[in-house]
């Protein structure tokens, strides 16, 4: 009997740690039938933008990458790019005779949904919704927006390459002919956020919560999805220590500053040394990178380095 039991409690916990491996793989799938990314046409991936700059319009699919592609302003050293852009705009295969976007989104892999938001006016995603997912003991946030339909609730389990949504072109600044799908990997800042955000935008309510878009710190999935093709095993925090070091910010600790236990491969040394303060690195794009123990002395934060 006792061997039983000692059998079945190692079965247990084998199955249990294949579990727990098989949660940290970040196995992704495009969450739409087009894959041209993975041939790398561009124009065929990407939904181009509309732009008219210094009177001359023009539809770049550049437009629809990820990082700073919106926006050209010129400066005495070029052409500069000067707004951001967190996701990726994938654009439509199929339409029906009316022209509207027929393509079923599905989960990128496996996670909870923890957001949905049905109403197009309260936010400039539109339709949207928000899948988090665990890898490397921290819980990251995929988010699916312009939706023309949602098909799951908060709550709900889903599976990688599950239907979740039909794209449309919900939010602001869409038409029918520019109709995508919006897509994000995300960390999140702060479950603090909505208080922040009451004291800071009164007069501009948050109907999404914490999954608010500002709370959310997005990645370059498209680099992500061509890097995990080359090697399936790799981690994220793996593929963000290529990021290069854009700013850093010096901030006095709080233990209302939830990233280094949201995200601990961030710590870069132990933060429980007694250090008077934490500095915070950042991409170019705003997401955190690395975070360690400074002996500056802060009572507020300060911008530290810029590259």
């Known amino acids: 009997m006792k061997i039983r039991f000692a059998t079945a409690c190692l079965a247990f916990q084998f199955v249990r740690f294949t579990m727990a491996a098989q949660n940290q793989i970040v196995d992704l799938v495009l969450p739409t039938d087009n894959d041209a990314l993975f041939s790398g046409d561009g124009p065929a991936f990407y939904q181009y933008i509309d732009r008219n700059y210094k009177g001359l319009k023009s539809t770049p699919w550049e437009g629809g990458q990820y990082g700073f592609v919106r926006d050209p302003v010129e400066t005495s050293a070029g052409t500069v790019y000067t707004r951001f852009h967190e996701g990726i705009d994938i654009r439509a295969l199929r339409r029906d005779a009316r022209g509207e976007p ?25 339709k949207y919704i928000v899948i988090e997912h665990r890898w490397d003991d921290s819980n990251y946030y995929s988010l699916y927006g312009h939706l023309s339909s949602i098909a799951v609730q908060p709550g709900n389990g889903v599976k990688r390459g599950q ?99 949201l995200y601990p491969w961030m710590l870069a040394a132990d933060v429980r040394h007694e250090k008077s303060s934490l500095e915070v690195s950042f991409a170019r794009s705003g997401l955190p990178l690395k975070i360690e123990p400074s002996d500056k002395h802060v009572i507020q934060p300060e911008l530290g380095y810029v590259n």
């Open 163 to 261: 239907t979740i949504a039909a794209m449309g072109y919900t939010g602001a600044g869409l038409n029918q002919a520019r109709a995508h799908l919006h897509l994000e990997l995300n960390v999140m800042l702060s479950h603090r956020f909505e208080a922040w955000y009451n004291a800071f935008f009164k007069n501009d309510p948050n109907h999404n919560g914490i999954y608010n878009g500002m709370n959310l710190a997005g990645l370059d999935i498209a680099r992500l999805y061509l890097a995990l093709r080359k090697n399936p095993s790799l981690s994220i925090p793996q593929f963000l220590s290529d990021e290069e070091i854009f700013y850093k910010v010096t901030l006095p600790k709080s233990r209302h500053f939830e990233l280094p236990r």
């Open 102 to 126: 027929l393509d079923e989104v599905r989960a990128i892999a496996d996670g909870k949904v923890v957001h949905t938001n049905p109403v197009p006016g309260y936010s400039n995603y539109g």
